[in-house]
């Protein structure tokens, strides 16, 4: 076998074998087949797509690269969430605690930024001392006695997902279908919980731009589960603005923490809410979605839901000090505030451009070997829907940089406003699904 022909085939829109699949995988974890061989193949699969057949060869041959976690010992119902990444989502940091709290076991492995998306361990690491590459023992412990544990997707769970994910994120290669769904339901497969739900973003902040694609994307990630054995409940949701306030990583820690004491965002808190009682529900501790958001509201106006997210940042070697003190986290040398150039309503805010700003003053990547900057981001003033009067502040940027041009461009360009009322467009664009039994 050849990788030059297996690249050509794909290039000429044809179908590969699982043997072919299996021999590219191995061989770009062996290194015998070079990364800009697999740039090159992930390009052709963007442009001519692969069936459900071969996503399902890459999904089992990712998750044949490493181990699977055995996920049995932790005592409980475990649960796990993915989101396939949006721009303000931090949504895991808040419902994995959240989920302990309400009796479940939470052992999530999670990913760096991608594309123009943040990630969640990135953020996690603004917390000083915090430990994200737990080794296997440690991090199954944890979460039997803590009920969550948050980790890198390191050594050994689907690790040919993790290196072709780092290429991905360079080569505009990401928001392709086949390639979301086979590195989604890897890592799921490989982390062994019972229960997955799948957050599919959709919207001008996600890799989905519209419904058709999101359903697209929900129904192969159930189809190749399906066939490998494992049942995905996918939820889609809107990402057309950011969620919550915050862009970055320290800004957005802080809205966790505001979340968990029941200060946070309408729409965080109403896509936490969502995502949780799904999992209570399939997690057979919640008979109806009522009860589920009841256990969920109390769990947060107990404190149970910021002491769980506490022991479990002590028990990663993080400093629990950030968690009270937000001084502790990295800080912007600056804060630049653009106010409204008009009196009405603010009608769109572009998350793509948001993302884009975050990037340009360093809280995303560009190239794989990128250090990122924890302490600069985006903070919105303003929603869809909101009213402004001209001169107020509708946003600001958190930046190190003195002149962060670029940024404060896209950041203007990123809201339109009009004069009448806006209705905020709905969160949950669709209800949760499974593929049947
Ligand atoms: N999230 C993932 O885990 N993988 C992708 O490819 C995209 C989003």
Redesign the pocket.
């Known amino acids: 076998m050849n990788i030059v022909d297996i690249i050509d085939a794909k290039r000429r829109g044809q179908t590969h074998s699982q043997e072919e699949i299996a021999f590219l995988v191995h061989g770009m974890q062996q290194g015998t087949v070079r990364d800009y061989q697999v740039a090159a193949w992930l390009m052709a699969v963007c442009l001519q797509g692969l069936n459900l057949d071969e996503t399902t060869w890459l999904t089992e041959a990712f998750v044949r690269s490493g181990d699977q976690l055995d996920l049995s010992g932790v005592g409980g119902v475990t649960v796990d969430k ?4 949006g721009v303000g989502d931090k949504t895991t940091l808040v419902l994995a605690p959240l989920l302990a709290a309400a009796g479940v076991k939470v052992a999530k492995l999670s ?1 760096r930024g ?1 594309g123009f ?1 943040g990630g969640t361990i990135d953020k996690l690491e603004a917390i000083t001392g915090f430990e994200t590459a737990l080794p296997k023992a440690q991090f199954l412990k944890q979460v039997q006695e803590i009920g969550v544990a948050i980790g890198r997707q390191t050594g050994n769970l689907a690790p040919a ?1 993790g290196t072709m ?1 780092a290429l ?1 994120d360079v080569t505009a290669t ?1 928001d392709s279908i086949p ?2 769904a086979a ?2 339901v890897s ?1 799921k497969i490989a982390a062994g919980a019972s229960v997955i739900v799948l957050d599919i973003k959709c919207g001008r902040g996600a ?1 989905m731009k519209d419904l058709t694609q999101a359903r697209q994307l929900a129904e192969t990630c159930q189809a190749v589960g399906q066939r490998l054995g494992k049942r995905l409940v996918t939820v889609i949701s809107s990402m057309e603005q950011p969620l919550g306030y915050a862009v970055g990583h320290s800004v957005e820690l802080m809205e966790v923490i505001r979340t968990l004491r029941g200060e946070g965002p309408a729409d965080l808190t109403e896509l936490c809410q969502a995502l949780g009682s799904i999992a209570l529900l399939e997690a057979g501790l919640a008979k109806t979605p009522q009860d589920a958001v009841q256990q969920l509201t109390a769990c947060v106006e107990s404190g149970r839901a910021l002491a769980t997210f506490k022991a479990m940042v002590v028990a990663q070697g993080g400093d629990p000090e950030c968690l009270e003190d937000f001084s502790l986290l990295p800080q912007p040398a600056r804060i630049s505030m653009i106010p409204s150039p008009v009196t009405g309503t603010v009608q769109s805010i572009d998350a793509l451009m948001i993302a884009r700003a975050a990037q340009a003053v360093g809280a995303g990547r560009r190239t794989k070997e990128d250090p990122i900057d924890l302490g600069v981001g985006v903070v919105l003033h303003k929603k869809v829907g909101d009213t402004v009067q001209q001169g107020e502040t509708l946003v600001e940027l958190y930046s190190d940089a003195a002149h962060a041009t670029e940024a404060m461009d896209l950041l203007r360009d990123a809201f339109c406003f009009t004069e009448g009322p806006v209705t905020p467009p709905p969160l949950i664009l669709l209800e949760p699904t499974h593929a049947a039994p």
């Open positions: 993915h989101s396939t990444g990913g991608l998306t997902d994910y991905r990401v390639l979301i590195s989604v890592k890799f």
